[in-house]
């Protein structure tokens, strides 16, 4: 047998994700006959809504089941390139689009493409789980620039300033955020871009896939709309999985300076080829069509992400940024005394339920529930989570 390890260092040094770890002991629980509830889901519990549906089965009818263009479908680039353009006051060209097989692998093209090793990654902690992973596999190494409950999980623009070294290569912003439901404001993107503005070797991606799921009093915008004179080292990201509740379709894009468009589609072309061509054209009518459905279900979350943020104010000794976007929330629950894993352990095992410890996202103090389920759900599980937390 062969002396050298049969993993790749890269695949050895590549975490698998915690929160299937829990979503696989929930399910083979219930499997078993336990009464659980989960506020784990990381996606709208809604249909994709019919005249996508539509779209795409016409499509599929029609013939759209060839290879196509790697970068995407000529259409769905302009269609793309107009709502960046018009919704987001982000001025952009079908050339400065790719369409990817989700968000997720808009991020890791582009990551593969900018990131060499010896680069830093610049990550807003709590952070998204995969963004440190898709950094590794890309080289590069990551530096956490943490914050917590107490400042609203909010990266302040002197700490940026402080950790940016010639190394750093890349900054990473997510709003609204996965787990924290902070949404970054115009003054506070304003205020980082003042700073990126000494650092012109660093790059920024913005990962914008919560774009329509806002609280009532906030609103999004987009990093190169904000800081124009930028946008030519700002990348969006983002995506149909949760606006249009498309998470099985996995469609999303990446946007921004046409060289790295044009290297990231090359690097589509030998890996993955194109997107689904008729999946594609249910994005189309999806992002050409009327944003009433994105609305519609964007207003139940609203009543939800208000439900479970009462409800667990009104628990003791846990610290809350009461959500301002997105479906999560990511209560500070460390007066209890037990780190996230252990109390999301015994919370399935001795309760019954099933949520995601705050270490996968970088804070151990925390934990995250979702509230992409119905109400009577979100009552259940706050109930057993009081339960629990009321009997330590
Ligand atoms: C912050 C964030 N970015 C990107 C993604 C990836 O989305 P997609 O399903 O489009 O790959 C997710 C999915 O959970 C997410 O939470």
């Known amino acids: 047998m062969q002396d050298r390890a049969l993993l790749s260092p890269r695949a050895q040094a590549l975490q698998p994700s915690l929160t299937l770890a829990i979503a696989a002991k929930a399910k083979q629980l219930r499997a078993d006959g336990r009464d659980i509830c989960s506020l784990s889901a990381g996606e709208p519990d809604f249909e994709t809504p019919a005249f996508i549906r539509a779209a795409a089965a016409q499509a599929l009818e029609e013939g759209q089941t060839r290879y196509g263009p790697a970068a995407g479908e000529p259409a769905l680039r302009e269609a793309i390139a107009a709502k960046l353009s018009q919704e987001n006051q982000v001025a952009t060209k079908a050339a400065e689009v790719l369409v990817t097989n989700g968000g997720k692998q808009a991020l890791f093209n582009l990551f593969q493409v900018i990131l060499a090793p010896g680069d830093e990654v610049l990550l807003p902690s709590p ?25 609203g999980f909010r990266l302040r623009p002197e700490q940026l300033e402080a ?52 609280a009532p009093g906030h609103s999004h915008h987009s990093f190169a709309a904000v800081a124009p004179d930028l946008a030519d080292r700002i990348f969006t990201v983002n995506g149909f999985a949760k606006g249009w509740a498309m998470t099985g379709w996995r469609i999303g894009w990446l946007a921004g300076n046409r060289e790295v468009i044009a290297a990231a589609t090359a690097l589509q072309s030998q890996s ?10 249910g994005a189309l009518a999806a992002i050409t ?3 009433d459905c994105v609305q519609q279900m964007a207003a139940e ?5 208000a439900l479970l943020s009462e409800r667990l ?6 610290k809350l940024l009461a959500p301002e976007g997105a479906f999560y929330a990511f209560p500070d629950v460390g007066e ?46 706050l109930d057993r989570l009081e339960r629990f937390l009321v009997g330590l």
């Open 336 to 381: 209890y005394g037990l780190d996230s894993m252990t109390l999301c352990n015994r919370l399935l095992d001795e309760v019954g339920l099933a949520v995601v410890p705050g270490v996968a996202f970088g804070d151990d103090r925390c934990i995250r529930l979702s509230c992409a389920v119905s109400p009577a759900t979100i009552n259940d599980g």
């Open 313 to 318: 104010m009104a628990i003791r000794g846990l």
């Open 163 to 214: 950790a940016i070294t010639p190394a750093s290569r890349l900054l990473v912003l997510n709003s609204p955020s996965n787990p924290t439901g902070m949404v970054l404001g115009r003054p506070e993107l304003e205020a980082l871009a003042a700073v990126l503005r000494r650092h012109p070797q660093v790059l920024v991606v913005c990962d914008e896939i919560y774009e329509f799921l806002l």
């Open 289 to 291: 069509g009327s944003r």
């Open 127 to 151: 952070y998204w789980l995969s963004y440190p992973e898709i950094a590794q596999l890309a080289g590069a190494s990551v530096k956490l620039l943490p914050s917590d409950a107490d400042q």
């Open 301 to 305: 979350f609203n009543g939800r992400r």
């Open 272 to 281: 993955t080829s194109n997107v689904c061509t008729f999946a594609q054209y």
